[in-house]
Structure formats: C-alpha cells, structure tokens
C-alpha cells in the first residue's frame, strides 16, 4: 500500500465563515459569482458561508475536504457545497476548479425553475447529504465530449464576471440557469443508468427514494408504497438506507421537513401556518412541538434569532443550529 | 429603375389571429416555443397573434410584411413583432427566419429581468413602434462574427424544443433570456455608434429619448430636460419626434403610459389605484378619464371585457382598441 500524499485534515481559514457582502455586491441581480480557482496557487482551508456553492473541477486532480470526511477530485468531477458546510480545498496536481455561488436571493427568486429539473433535488440535496453522512461519493462525473461542453459555457461565464456589459447580470444568470439544468439533467440520467454490481444498484434505489421522499415531503409517508416503488423488501429498504444515510426514511423525511421550514422561516415571511401545511405538520401546535424538539427552539423564537443575527452579521445562531 | 419584384401587400392567412393554443402546449413552463422557419417553403400570409414573436433571418433575404408597409430582410437582421401587430413574410431568395414566441406568462414571469437589459426597451418597444408608424425600419443587424456565435445558441434552442430531456424547458427559457440579453446589449451598443450622416443622429437621438420616456413614463415629462439631455433645440426635437414616430413627445408619454395600464388590466389582478400610480396617472379619476378618452372604456370596464373575451376565445375587443 502507498503512503497517502494529503493531509487528512485541513486547518480553519483565516475566515472560517463567509459573508454575503464578502462575495457579492449589492447591485441589483447581483445574484451569481463565478471564478476559476487554481487550488495549488491559493489552497482555500476549511471555511464555511450562506451560500450555495457549485464546483466543476476542469483541470488536474487534488481532493475536497467536507467536515471529517475528504474525498479525491478530478477533471469532469461536479459537486454542490450547501450553506453552512465546512469545506476545503488541496491540491495535489494543479486542481483548476471553476466555482459558482449563488446568493440565497437566486434560490428564492428561481425556485420554482430549479424545483422543475428532475435531477436538481439530487445534485443540490441528496449527493450532498450522503456525502456529508457516510463518507460516499456519488459525485456528477462528467466524460470527455460533455465536460468539453460545459467548459465552454464556463468560459462564457467566466467573461460575463469579468467583463461590464449593460445586462450583464441577467446574462449570468440566465446562462447559470442553463447550467444548472443541463448538470441536473445529467445527474438524473447518471442515476437511470444501469450499474454493475448490485451493491450500486441499492445506492441508485436509495437515492431515488430520498429523492421521492424529498419531493414529497408533504405527504405520510407509506413505506410499503416505498418498497414496491422502488422493489426492495422492507430489510432491504431500511439496511440500505442506513447504510447510505445513517437514518431510516421516516428519519429522513422529517429532515427534510425541518430544513425546508427553518429555510422558509428564515427567508421569507410567510406565516407560520403557511409553513406548516406546506412542510407536511398537522398544524401549528404539531409543527411547534416537533421543531422545538429538532431545533431547541419554537417557530417563531427562531425566526426572530435569525432576522436578529442577520442584521448583527452574527451567523452562529444558525451555523450551531445546522447539523 | 427596376421594377419591384415583391408584392406590395401579402393577402390575409387563413387563420388571421393565431392563439396561445395553437402555439404553445399546456405544460408548466411552457413559456418558449422556436424554430427554423424557411419563408420559401412555407410563405405566412398576414396574420397577427397574441404573444412576442422575435425573428432572426439566418439565412438568404426575403421581406416582411408589417400593416401597409413591407421593409427589405437578409442574414443577421433581427426584428420584433409585439402582440396584435399584422404581419407576413415573403421569400425573393430561400429566406430562412429563427422564430423565438413568448407567451404572454413569459413576459409577466420575466418582467423584473428584462427591465434590467439596458437594450431591452429599444428592441421590444422602440424599434417595433417606429417601424409600424413611419416606415423606417431600425433593424438590428448582425455582422459576421456577432450572427455566427448567435447561430450556435440558436441550434441548441432548436435542439432543445424538439428533444424531450426532462428539464428541457427551463433549458430552453435560460437560454432565450440569454439570447434576448444578447440582442438588446447588441441594439444598446448599436444605437452608441457614431453614425455618418446627421439625419441618422437626430434618429439615435430621437429613440434614445423614446427609451427615456418609456423608462419614465411615471415622472412628469419637461421638454427642456430632454433638449438638454440629447442636446437638441427644442423646434428640433419636435420635428424629429414627429418625423420618427408621428406624434409629440407628450402624445408617446401618454401611449406609453396607455400601453402599459392595458397590459397591467389585462393580465395582472393589481389593483386600480396601483396601475393608475405606476402609469403616472395622478389619481384613479384621473386614470379613469384619460384612459377612457384613449380606450374608449373606463379600466375596470375594460378588464372585464378582456377577461371575459378571453374566456370566450374572442379577441376582437382586445385588437379593436389595438391602434
């Protein structure tokens, strides 16, 4: 066996929490950044921000680092870095990264767009949830004829950062639109593919029913239905599951009604009634009672925190509250 | 003098208003509709439809018909066709023309984004109005290098309306957004370029003051700012006005401001009074007066009967107060 060539962990970041106001400028649809970044030239220690974050590698290989987890990274690799996760950079051999981020206006603004790609919810929730939990990659890999594609339409957006157009903004996000819908596009496909081992074909399942729960949040949830969906008896199910997402589906289910309503909390000012219905609660007092007992703290307490730290610039409310 | 070889008028399709229906599909976000359209093979007789049609002739020249006026097209020339406007098309020499419809939903969802494209108002407003009422055509035209990077969008927007990837729409919107960016930086940088004759500046001058108006439509108007601001004599600016678009430039405040109100009663449920301020109308009795004296029915009036002749299918009312 080789030795390992890279540090198993990184250090913190001069930074380790990144504002909006330190990337984006508060011009009108100033809704994206986009940059290439050598990461041999400036390796970028583990730090976190509020923001989305696509990486497409398109030279040479080095590794990504995600809380205690690292993994290897090469040209064609594709991965989504969700709002408060601590992550890094190292390169080993001259890794060219091209970075996009996205304000969490963008996401607002174009959720419905975004919620219309059939691959979205696994390129920007599922891939990167699993691989904050077990340590597995499923990261988009792109082949020769469609990452030579894409980078072409990276250099495009590359030259909209750079240059000073007139509606240069709405060039950027309308060409970020169609790359995030062309990578969903893939990743969906990816999935649909069929794998060798039937080991990755119960990970392709699993990923699909986090993906059908995801979408469904608002309904109960039967885990029979679930088996037959997905053709797996219910051992199966739930040993593969846990394996791949350290909880059940019923687990799983109530993350992804937590996040959507602390998002729906913090972002937006619907009421709190509105936000119950819409994450799958019975009602308010139901919602309460389960997001006190995820959270540490009522619905409405932790809106308030948060529109609080938002103006003090004091994010660690939220960061502590994200697990 | 060579005598004329295109007909002087085209005669009427047989179907001479086309709808929503025929065009675009139910699904959601079915916002976009485009394709390659070969005038040769298939001429289009007069007819007019409800949604935004922009043309890019890619290929041989042709004309296009627009009311009583007819104007000379070839590769690169863009032009817009707005809602209710009679229009046809005729091949002299194997004319091929990229259609890119917008529904109106297109045009309603966008409306933030395209306000922001500095180009915008002269493409989708400006160009259109002059070409309808004094027979100058302002075309955009695009040179060798600018119509051959447009042509590779437009292939892709071709490829996606016939494939059937999931996501394909939001594909098919971005890149139009991007498309429409592209054009309307290219007619704002155009309308910048120093022109030969003087008769030619007076008419940049003219339609940079348009796009003045029509941005401003809710202030009150002073002649004066605009003399000084596109440095003309005041007799000047009135001849010019007139010349260009057959009216003052208080008569294309007030159109503006009609044209804007008609689209915010028909197609959005805002409230009187906020369409009234959002015009630049004093009050609501103010906006009922003048709008009744243009339209010929007071707004609510005129909301009802749209909404009720788009129930119906007729859209006779709406095209009778189409001037």
Known sequence: MTTRDYPEMLPD?????WENERIFNRTPFYLVKCYYHNTEKIPINMHSHIFYEINIVTKG????????????????????????????????????????????????????????????VLLFEIEPFIRLCSNEDMFLKLDGERIEKLKEELEDLDFLQKCDYPGKEIMKISKTLYVLATLSNYISREQFRKLESPADSYTVAV????????QNMGEKLYIDSLCSMFNMSRSCLFRSFKKICRMTPIQYQLKCRIDKARFLLEFTDNPIQDIALECGFFDCSHFSKVFKNEVGDIPTKYRDKCRKSSTTDDHSYRMECFV
């Open 13 to 17: 970041d001069n930074t380790i929490f």
């Open 61 to 120: 290989n080095g590794r990504h680092y995600l809380n205690e987890h690292n993994y290897s990274a090469h040209e064609g690799c594709v991965f989504v870095i969700p709002p408060y996760v601590r992550h890094g950079y190292w390169a080993k051999g001259n890794m060219e990264i091209f970075h996009i981020l996205l304000h969490k206006d963008f996401m607002i603004r174009y959720s419905n767009e975004l919620a219309n790609l059939s691959g979205f």
């Open 207 to 214: 990923m699909r029913c986090m993906e059908y729960i995801y």
